[in-house]
């Protein structure tokens, strides 16, 4: 519960705070944000579904590889703004 609420705060206020760099294009911006993250959750959740659930290894396998995308996006997204810099 703890995870949901907490995930619930901090989605709007990032985006929002991503589309404060842009006002221009705001409204583009969101719903390409919007798609991005449904897309994204569609993905993975067809490569959940096809796992076997046997036990909880399968939501940790994919749990633990939108993780590691996770980190990689943003040690890119770091080494590209320092070379912008």
Do not use: W
């Not at 709007?12 to 404060?20: D, E, F, N, V």
């Not at 760099?21 to 490569?47: D, E, H, K, Q, R």
């Amino acid at each position: 519960v703890i995870l949901m609420v907490s995930i619930g705060a901090i989605i709007p206020l990032a985006s929002s705070g991503a589309m404060k760099l842009f006002p221009t294009i705001a409204g583009s911006a969101g719903a390409l944000l919007a798609t991005c993250m449904f897309l994204i959750a569609a993905i993975f959740t067809v490569i959940a579904s096809s796992m076997r659930q046997q036990s909880a290894r399968s939501l940790f396998v994919i749990l633990l590889l939108m993780s590691i995308i996770t980190m990689l996006v943003v040690l890119l997204a770091k080494t590209r703004r320092k070379d912008n810099v």
